[in-house]
């Protein structure tokens, strides 16, 4: 037998019992949370209790998204931590998750919330302590309002979700941005997704949500760690682990016996200071990151869906809410965009039938209000801005607004 690999077989026999728990381990875990989430008839994520609010906004909303970061800031303190007993045998292995959805039809446009009902009470104080004029409805689920499978004879449908370019927690375009420069006024992001909608017909609806998961504090700090010592143009040494340092003896097994060992000096490099090695641009950005991580962050599965009768479809549609979307890209910051691989479309082979898989897949988990597949991880000011209720400014017809501001009842009102 070689001696190389006679060697690599003594380290791997006295080392086993290390690497191969650890390895099991990991493959159990995979498979048993699959299949606590998937398969388990009593899992927890079965037994939760789902409704829908409707939020109709005031007539008269003189505060910008602002009001709205305090409401997503308020919903990220449902985070919970599950014992192993809950995750293991109940399935407890998410977090309570929201969806804020827009819903537009025959030139309206919606606002809605999917909380858990536990949450209920919860979610109307966020919101009445922002908007004390709004109006909250708990009303039937929208989506149940079509049919159960789509598309078939009478119905179609485009739908993507969406990855961001570059990496987590760099910013995307935020409403501080969209202060005028002179009048210092805002102009509201979301008046371009507004008058979209005022323009949908008969049979023509736009489906579009934000699916949340509040993270815990600290979770993925290494990895955001790595992204801004490269914004700062820090090198980035990877851990090895024991994997790497494994491999490591491996490699130089023959080394060691045909060879001296030589250990390799190490180089510490100097770096210029941070004011005069980043440009204008890149330090704004690093400024802004690091803001962004100094807010409560959710991970995020942002979804869009055109749904249409055949006779009153409109491709102008596909591209209309993407366009108006893209207003919250910067090539400098962060962007958004349409997910290749769930985008309802097929190429070259089975075309239509590789379309129509993937329409169905992406209606079915739009109703489920699924989080399978990319994320992005939007902090609250990310959110405020990508969702939130349109001020006064905004004068397109599409707005349901309340029909004036509520009084409070009187304080000598007799109780029966």
Do not use: C
């Not at 927890?44 to 909303?61: F, G, K, T, Y």
């Not at 969806?99 to 104080?125: D, L, P, Q």
């Amino acid at each position: 037998m070689d001696a190389g690999l006679s060697i690599f077989l003594k380290v791997f026999y006295y080392t086993w019992w290390i690497i191969l728990p650890k390895m099991l381990w990991y493959i159990f875990s995979v498979i048993w949370v699959d299949f606590t989430l998937a398969f388990s008839d009593n899992s927890w994520r079965a037994d939760q209790n789902w409704i829908v609010l409707e939020v109709i906004p005031p007539r008269e909303i003189e505060k910008g998204p602002k009001m709205m970061e305090n409401i997503f800031t308020g919903i990220s303190a449902v985070i919970v931590s599950y014992n192993t007993f809950d995750q293991f045998l109940k399935g407890a292995w998410e977090q309570d998750r929201f969806s804020f959805e827009f819903f537009g039809e025959a030139g309206k446009m919606h606002f809605y919330i999917r909380t858990h009902k536990k949450h209920r009470n919860m979610v109307e104080a966020q919101v009445y302590a922002q908007y004390p004029d709004a109006e909250i409805l708990q009303v039937p689920d929208y989506t149940q309002n079509f049919p159960k499978i789509v598309p078939n004879k009478k119905w179609d449908l485009w739908g993507t979700d969406f990855e961001f370019v570059a990496k987590d927690p760099i910013p995307i375009k935020t409403y501080d941005k969209f202060e005028e420069t002179i009048t210092g006024e805002m102009n509201d992001p979301l008046s371009s997704m507004a008058e979209v909608i005022s323009t949908l017909g008969p049979g023509q609806f736009v489906w579009l949500q934000y699916v949340l998961e509040p993270i815990k504090e600290g979770e993925g700090m290494e990895e955001y760690k790595k992204v801004l010592k490269k914004l700062k143009g820090e090198k980035i040494l990877e851990p090895m682990g024991l994997a790497g340092h494994l491999v490591d003896v491996a490699k130089n097994i023959f080394g060691g016996i045909f060879g001296p060992v030589e250990f390799a000096k190490e180089k510490k490099e100097e770096l210029a200071p941070l004011e005069f090695r980043l440009s204008p641009i890149e330090k704004e950005v690093l400024k802004a990151t690091e803001e962004n991580l100094g807010k409560n962050l959710f991970k995020t599965k942002m979804r869009y869906i055109y749904l249409a009768k055949r006779e009153n479809w409109d491709n102008v549609y596909k591209g209309a809410v993407i366009g108006a979307i893209k207003q919250f890209n910067d090539i400098n910051y962060n962007s958004v965009k349409p997910e290749d691989v769930s985008k309802t479309y097929g190429k070259i082979f089975f075309t239509k039938p590789r379309a129509d898989f993937r329409k169905r897949k992406i209606y079915g988990r739009y109703k489920s209000r699924n989080m399978d597949g990319v994320k992005i991880v939007f902090s609250t000011k990310e959110l405020a801005t990508l969702f939130h209720f349109p001020d006064m400014g905004v004068k397109s017809p599409s707005i349901t607004r309340t029909a004036g501001k509520l009084g409070s009842a009187p304080m000598n009102l007799p109780i029966e």
